[in-house]
């Protein structure tokens, strides 16, 4: 634990101290018990371990805790907003865009970050936004009929 | 059937707000207090003697609190298959010999990951090379090297639980090098079929294995507790009683002293069930030095050292009438099961269940092999055999339908079975949607105007389309160890209940489909269900999720507990309104009426109350349970294909529409559509969702994925190299329903997750055929195979 950084977590301030070798992703999981980001791979080949960094996507396990020093970082942890689940959320559980639920959080993010600089994406935005996370159990149709009636609100 | 309330509906998943929000705990978040972490040093080489091993400098190492061999576990065996036949023949670290490139050696237990995996550097292990062999075909000749020399005894670990101990020796009757297994099955007079028929072909297929890419890696926390001697354990798992009951075996603890804990499943697809030494050396090193240990293996080991499919070969040979009925067919598979038996005596088993019970073919001879390689172990994967002999089976038969100008179509709906067959063996079809199956799939596809077949223009278009079909069939549920699941209702103060079950939710929505199941029986809403499942300690017994038991068997036994909970309800209301017979009450909405004046009406809590009261303080508790198989008491025989497989086969039709770029041989699916049976649909988004995932899983199996091996080193153990579908490679999808009712499921369902992986292999196989015109007859279909089918290569 050498090093302090200071972090925009969930919209919440937080000083934590970090290892020069750790990445985000096991800053996360491990330190801070936010195991709702996934580890998939631990090679940056999966999107499971998703989150936003200053808003975009990016693999946690690829970034080294120490370069986000003085960043914002959203999790799935903070994307429901007070008790209540993000449209994202619900509309993902109600077409049956979940099954194991091992790849929803970092498709979760995706989708947020694609929803909220283009709101009414085409159905090849929509599978191109989500091409570098993998799910194994729904095929994907299911995921991509969520996001769009989320684009058709 | 259309008045359900629930069943049927498209209800959203119980367990989608914990996932959404990431608060579903699985087995790879699981941190406890005082957990040592647990790094499996393994073998660099396919074949080797074990000479020596020093751990002394490994144990030296700060932080360091244990390191294992498999001199400490010499006397541990277990195995998938563990029958006086097939004595288990895997040990969790290997002893005297290494048989594939990742087998494991040694086991670290350290403060952290970071020192384990110091500690394996400083492992010193003599090896002594042997040779090796990396074919199934190469294995079974005279002079291969041998790769399992020891003596296995032949006894069983499943003998309390079955398996008959019998006194003759089972050397088998065949006498081929590397045997692991062997099925013969037959009937009918094949010979005989092949001089009645006018057109006899032959082909072989030849299958690659592939890997399941489970999104959560596999992984198990284990922390034994001295003084209560319990050993509590989180795994990644689909049956938690099976892993129990191979850990009391191999551990030497009674069942009741090993609680699995409930945790979500990232993933399965038949790659979580057997028992894995990562999970046996956590649990033996958590009870060795008293703390928790975590085993977590990394992607590169879960494609190395977990499970792959088998790479089969499959060799058909059929006779057909001019008309295409069929009347003889000779089949041998030559699967290769890696280093240990993992599920090889099954798979060639499977490979016959799921052949017959699809064409009715009067004279049949069926025979398997599974074969010892140094080549990674396999297991079951979605499907289990399915995959690769529908792809065989039917691309054979489209080879012939095109031999003999027969419309593959029309000589599907000619050989396929009905509803009302009983199969060979005595398996009866109370339900068979095959011929629907057919003329949905066929209208969807537009089959007679995308089949190219038939038509002479001849397109100088760079890209070719063309269409295919294939069906495929899968149990629902089958005699395996436990044999039965079981359920318990236990109703609350309030009306709501609590659903006790051992299945657990693999990501299929097992949650959700039985919630509605008790929800139906017992006339409740959803939002009064609680679920308490996966816990060997809270929960009964269930088969587990695989051999896709759990909509028919544990459904039925939810179905069962529910109405069990029901009477009770309905016997204590029925003295409160005066009502002489019970049958003359229904339920809705935690609510008793009579059927005939529904505003006389109880609460359930009424009913409850008036049972604590007056019943010896019975607060009403429902159990049901259900048997694999109702109508037998054994395993099948997997070496003579005897016995009863399963109550309810699935069914499914699939089609496939591609476009192959004739420059680039890169094969496109357009369009896949599903008409699958799969009995009455509990949930028809579940359905949907499962044939999604299988239709996913099939198309990559056909295009793109193969796990590559070269002399058993894995050169693409990670999603940039193994070719799994993305976002980008989703086709246009169908899926129609054929709603048969099965009389043995509950409201009719059967099972949906695993059977229409395997169809759309042969569908897209057939369609390139279509396309191109010529046959591929090996899968994955890669551009490279595309491009040498058309002579660019
Ligand atoms: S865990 Fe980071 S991309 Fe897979
Ligand atoms: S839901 Fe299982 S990986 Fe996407």
């Known amino acids: ?153 | 059937m259309s008045d359900y309330k629930f069943i049927g509906k498209d209800i959203p998943r119980v367990d989608g707000p914990v996932k959404a929000t990431g608060k579903a705990i699985y087995t790879v978040d699981i941190k406890l207090p005082g957990m040592l972490y647990g790094k499996i040093l393994r073998s660099p080489y396919p074949h080797a003697r074990i000479l020596n091993i020093d751990t002394s400098e490994a144990e030296k190492l700060p932080g360091v609190q244990a390191v294992i061999t498999g001199e400490d576990l010499r006397e541990v065996r277990y195995a998938f298959v563990d029958t006086p036949r097939y004595p288990a023949d895997e040990q969790p670290l290997a002893v005297n010999k290494v048989r594939y490139i990742g087998d494991e050696v040694a086991v670290v237990a350290a403060d952290n990951e970071a020192i384990a995996e110091k500690a394996l550097t400083l492992i010193k292990v003599d090896y002594e090379i042997l040779p090796a062999v990396f074919t199934a075909e190469e294995a079974m000749e005279a002079d291969a090297p041998v790769i399992h020399d020891e003596q296995l005894e032949g006894t069983s670990a499943w003998e309390d639980w079955g398996v008959a101990q019998k006194k003759q020796s089972h050397e088998s009757e065949v006498k081929i090098s590397n045997l692991s297994g062997h099925t013969a099955v037959s009937f009918g007079n094949v010979e005989q079929g092949f001089l009645e028929s006018d057109y006899i072909r032959e082909d072989r297929f030849e299958l690659k294995a592939t890997a399941h890419c489970q999104m959560e890696p596999h992984a198990a926390v284990a922390s034994y507790d001295p003084v209560t001697q319990k050993l509590h354990v989180w795994l990644s798992t689909m049956g938690i009683f099976l892993k129990r009951y191979f850990l009391s075996k191999t551990l030497n603890l009674p069942a009741s002293k090993i609680r699995v804990h409930h945790t979500y499943v990232g993933g399965a697809f038949g790659g979580k069930i057997d028992l894995f030494p990562y999970e046996f050396c956590a649990a033996y090193l958590s009870i060795k030095l008293g703390r928790p240990v975590k085993i977590e293996l990394d992607r590169e080991e879960v494609f190395m050292t977990t499970r792959q499919r088998h790479p089969i070969i499959v060799k058909i040979k059929s006779g057909v009438k001019k008309d295409g009925t069929i009347l003889a067919q000779d089949i041998k598979v030559i699967a290769d099961n890696g280093a240990y038996r993992g599920s090889g005596p099954v798979v060639i088993f499977l490979c016959h269940g799921f052949s017959f019970p699809i064409y009715n073919v009067p004279n049949y001879r069926y025979e398997g092999f599974s074969i010892y390689t140094n080549n990674g172990i396999r297991g079951p994967q979605r499907g289990h055999g399915a995959p690769q002999i529908r792809f065989s089976i039917d691309s054979h038969l489209d080879l012939i339908a095109r031999d003999i100008g027969l419309d593959l179509v029309e000589m599907m709906f000619k050989n396929v079975r009905h509803k009302g067959d009983i199969l060979p063996n005595g398996d009866r079809l109370n339900s068979c949607g095959l011929t629907e199956g057919l003329q949905g799939a066929a209208k969807a596809i537009d089959w007679k105007n995308k089949r190219r077949q038939f038509k002479t223009e001849t397109e100088n278009s760079r890209y070719k389309r063309g269409a295919g079909i294939s069906l495929c069939s899968m149990f629902s549920g089958a005699m395996y160890y436990p044999f039965a699941s079981a359920a318990i209702v236990k109703l609350h103060d309030d009306g709501s209940a609590t659903l006790f079950t051992g299945a657990q939710d693999i990501g299929q929505g097992s949650y959700t489909t039985l919630s509605q199941v008790l929800a139906e029986e017992l006339g409740i809403d959803m939002e009064d269900i609680h679920v308490v499942a996966g816990d060997t300690d809270l929960c009964p017994i269930d088969l587990g999720s695989f051999l896709s038991a759990t909509a028919l068997v544990t459904g039925n036994a939810v179905k069962l507990a529910a109405a069990d909970a029901k009477r009770q309800l309905l016997e204590c209301a029925a003295e409160i309104l005066g009502v002489d017979n019970i049958e003359d009450l229904e339920t809705c909405s935690k609510k008793i009426f009579l059927k005939k004046e529904p505003q006389k009406s109880i609460h359930f809590s009424q009913a409850i109350q008036a049972s604590v009261f007056k019943r010896d303080g019975n607060p009403i508790i429902g159990r049901g349970s259900y048997k694999g198989y109702p109508e037998t008491d054994r395993y099948p025989s997997l070496a003579k294909g005897k016995g009863l497989f399963t109550g309810a086969y699935g069914f499914a039709v699939q089609a496939a529409e591609v476009e192959v770029d004739t420059l680039t041989g890169k094969v496109n699916l357009l369009k896949a559509v599903t008409y699958h049976d799969c009995g009455y649909p509990l949930n028809k988004n579940i359905v949907e969702g499962q044939v999604h995932g299988c239709v996913s899983m099939g198309a990559g199996q056909a295009l793109s994925e193969e796990v590559f091996l070269e002399k058993g080193q894995l050169f693409n153990p990670s999603f940039l190299t193994y070719k799994l579908p993305i976002s980008l490679d989703t086709p246009e999808s169908v899926e129609g329903l054929v709603a048969t009712i099965e009389p043995s499921g509950p409201f009719g369902a059967k099972e949906v997750g695993e059977g229409s992986v395997a169809g759309i292999l042969g569908a897209i196989g057939n369609a390139v055929h279509d396309a191109i015109g010529v046959r591929i007859k090996g899968l994955p279909i890669t551009p490279e195979k595309v491009l040498r089918a058309l002579g660019k290569i």
């Open chain 1, 1 to 153: 634990m050498n090093k302090m950084i200071e972090l925009k977590l969930n919209g919440e301030t937080r000083k934590i101290y970090v290892n020069d070798n750790q990445t985000l992703l096991e800053v996360l999981r491990e330190d801070l018990g936010l195991t709702g980001t996934k580890k998939g791979c631990n090679q940056g080949e999966c999107g499971a371990c998703t989150v936003l960094l200053e808003g975009k996507p990016v693999s946690s396990c690829l970034i080294l805790a120490v370069k986000v020093n003085g960043k914002s970082i959203m999790t799935i942890e903070g994307v429901a907003e007070e008790g209540h689940l993000h449209p994202i959320q619900e509309v993902f559980n109600e077409k049956g865009a979940i099954q194991c639920g091992f790849c929803t959080p970092g498709m979760i993010l995706v989708t947020k970050d694609l929803l909220d600089k283009n709101p009414r994406p085409t159905f090849k935005e929509i599978k191109d936004a989500i091409s570098g996370n993998i799910c194994r159990c729904t095929g994907y149709i299911k995921i991509i009929e969520a996001i769009q009636s989320l684009a058709e609100r």
